[in-house]
Each structure stands twice: as structure tokens, then as C-alpha cells.
């Protein structure tokens, strides 16, 4: 697979070439005036390409590439206090295993959404983040027979359910913008699209 960078440059210089003989030839334009037309065309193009200061991004900044750096560790972090959940606790070891793929597939689009960089930290800070915390507590009390806590495990499997539920509702929230967009291209496309009588298409009768 080619380098973005690469294929950046080859575009910027594909269109300064391209200005360059325009300016030279059809517009029989100075060669000097033609190189700073070219030039500034150039620049242009690498300014407003994906990755570039103006154009789309493609990587998140710093905080964004640490809290989901930050977050891949929390979900590797649930899935290792899932494994010492005793076996006796099947029903909380299911529901945790979920917790832990509805938080992957969350984070799965965080990452691969240059809109959706932004959510990385509140989803770190707000939802990953004390979901960790508190299995990773009640995973080592439970792997540790404690007879004091058994009140605090059963309050704690009586709410998993609830957890995945947030995290299902974190997921489609993720999506309402991208929802808008496609109602918004729907009612555009049906509005300018022509009108078209489905009776006579195929008709060769007349």
C-alpha cells in the first residue's frame, strides 16, 4: 500500500505540472510567472489534501491518540479481571465478556472515524474508565470468596445489565450524526431526482 504522504505529493505535483503547462502554453504566460503559479498551486494542493493543515483529517491529535491508546488498555484490563471471575459466577463472566466486545466495537469506531476522534477522551474518562474500576474490583473480591462482600457482588451483577445497555446507547449515539447525513442525502436525492412513472417503464404495448 502506498504511502498517504506519497500519494499526497504526487497529487500536489500532478497539479503543479499540470498548472505549469497551462500557464506556459494556452495562456503563453512568463516562465517565471508560470513556476510561481505552479508553485503556489502546488502548495495549495498539499494544504487542503486529507492530513493536510486545511484538508480533512485523518489521524487524531495527541490527547485523542493517548486516550484511545488509554482505553485499549482498560478494555485489555476488563477482559483479565473476567478471566479470574470465578467459574461459579457464569452469568457475571457472560455479561462482562459483553461489556468488554460492546466497549471494543465502540472504540473500534472511534479509531477508524476521523469524525469520531473527539469522543475518544469522553468515552475514556466517563464510560471506560469506572466501568474498569468497578469490575476490576468486584472481579478480585469474587475470585477471593469473600463472605463480607457478597452483598456488594450482587449488587454489582445486578447492575452489569444496565452497563451493557449504556454502552449499546454510547454506540448509537455515536451514530445520530451520521444518521442526519443520510436522511439529509435521502430527502436531497428523492427532491431532485425525476419523477418517474413506474406503469410505463417497459411498457412497448403503444
Not at 487542503?48 to 484511545?68: C, H, Q, S
Not at 469522543?119 to 474498569?132: D, G, V
Amino acid at each position: 500500500m502506498i504511502n498517504r504522504d506519497v500519494m499526497v505529493g504526487i497529487a500536489a505535483g500532478a497539479a503543479a505540472i499540470a498548472t505549469l503547462l497551462i500557464c506556459a502554453f494556452p495562456l503563453a504566460m512568463s516562465g517565471a510567472a508560470s513556476l510561481i503559479v505552479a508553485a503556489l498551486v502546488g502548495t495549495a494542493a498539499l494544504l487542503v489534501a486529507p492530513g493536510g493543515p486545511l484538508g480533512p483529517r485523518t489521524k487524531p491529535n495527541e490527547r485523542e491518540a493517548r486516550a484511545i491508546a488509554e482505553a485499549k488498555l482498560k478494555i485489555k484490563s476488563l477482559r483479565e479481571a473476567n478471566a479470574i471471575v470465578p467459574a461459579n459466577r457464569s452469568e457475571a463472566k457472560s455479561v462482562i465478556g459483553k461489556i468488554a466486545d460492546e466497549s471494543a466495537r465502540i472504540l473500534g469506531v472511534i479509531e477508524s472515524d476521523p469524525n469520531k476522534f473527539a469522543a475518544a477522551e469522553p468515552f475514556l474518562n466517563q464510560c471506560i474508565t469506572p466501568i474498569e474500576s468497578l469490575v476490576g474490583q468486584y472481579a478480585k473480591l469474587a475470585s477471593r470468596d469473600v463472605d463480607a462482600a457478597r452483598e456488594f457482588l450482587q449488587q454489582v451483577e445486578d447492575g452489569l445489565p444496565g452497563i451493557v445497555h449504556q454502552l449499546d446507547k454510547w454506540y448509537e449515539q455515536l451514530h445520530i450524526n451520521d444518521i442526519a447525513k443520510l436522511m439529509s442525502g435521502t430527502i436531497q436525492v428523492e427532491a431532485t431526482l425525476p419523477t418517474i412513472n413506474l406503469k410505463t417503464v417497459g411498457d412497448t404495448s403503444k
